[in-house]
């Protein structure tokens, strides 16, 4: 996956599960609250690395 694809996904899979966490809060499901935290969670690790290929990309690119 390129950087640009990482965040993207990154981005959208933290939405995705704030949006089941408040969904699981607002029906008290404590599962589907879990189930979005890990998917925030699998957003932000996404977006982390796309954030590094792309610092990686600009030292290799000053080089």
Do not use: P, Y
């Not at 949006?19 to 998917?39: F, M, P, Y």
Request: glycine content about 14%; proline content about 0%; overall charge positive.
């Amino acid at each position: 996956m390129g950087s640009t694809s990482d965040k993207i996904s990154g981005v959208a899979n933290q939405m995705a599960g704030k949006a089941k966490q408040a969904a699981g809060s607002a029906t008290d499901n404590e599962r589907l609250q879990a189930e979005g935290k890990g998917q925030e969670v699998k957003g932000k690790v996404q977006k982390a690395t796309g954030d590094a290929k792309d610092a990686v990309k600009g030292a290799v690119d000053r080089l």
